[in-house]
């Protein structure tokens, strides 16, 4: 499980995370989901592929959308 959190007012389209592993991660939870607000919403939280090369000190990085003030967990299937 990774969990990334957006502190800040600035959304993020394409924001990059490290990853422990390669591979599919999925957004598990995302607190900018409409469901929990109609003002929510404005900023896609997506699954991302992970691949090799080191970032944040893990093996592995891909690319998330990040809306301001949220937060994403993602997980692999396994």
Known sequence: MVVVAN????????YTVGFPRSG????????????YDPSFGRQH????????????????HGDIGLAPYSVL????DE
């Open 7 to 14: 502190f800040a007012d600035r959304a993020h389209e394409a």
């Open 24 to 35: 599919r991660w999925r957004v598990r939870a995302n607190t900018d989901w409409v469901g």
């Open 45 to 60: 939280g997506y699954d991302t592929d992970a691949r090799p090369g080191v970032w944040d000190g893990l093996p592995c």
């Open 73 to 76: 967990i993602l997980s692999q």
